[in-house]
């Protein structure tokens, strides 16, 4: 077992971590990665309207109190879900602390016991450490998502795009 593994709770999203999990995903996307928001991210107003209803859920990693990393999924209907908002704090990144995996790993459980057979993804060019943690996980890249989720889809800014069968 690797020693450096960073213990941390999994945990469904609830309003009392609305303001860390708002804070994370602004620091990994304004700070770090220069993506400014026009719309200013209102799906983080209304994550369990927009996450946790109709078969899908929002999950966050917990170290200590604080919110160190999130993940979320919405049912795209026809067994089809799309992943949003996977990020985790610079400070607990890495292969070897493994909190990417265990978001990861709790969000693959979800879909595949909601018997989810296409997994979608948007991301940004700039995206390094990311684009490859999903090509390692078996996301292949695709020129664009099909139709009827591209047009409400809440990927509509990104510029990659990837699919995962389950």
Known sequence: MN??????????????YRDQVKSLIHNVYELER???S????????????IYQENNGNFWIAVKDGKVIGTIGLINQGE???SMHRFCVDKDFRGRDKGVSAKLYSTFLGFARSH?????F?????NAKAAIKFYERNGF???????????KNSRL???ELFYELDL
């Open 38 to 49: 026009k719309s200013g991210r209102p799906d983080l107003d209304a994550i369990k309207e």
């Open 140 to 150: 292949v890249k695709i020129i664009s998502l099909p139709e009827d989720i591209a």
């Open 3 to 16: 020693e450096n593994l960073i213990s941390v709770d999994i945990e469904e999203y609830s309003d009392n």
């Open 115 to 119: 018997s989810y057979k296409k997994i």
């Open 121 to 125: 993804l948007g991301t940004a060019f």
């Open 156 to 158: 509509l800014h990104d």
């Open 34 to 36: 220069g993506m400014h």
């Open 79 to 81: 067994n089809r879900a």
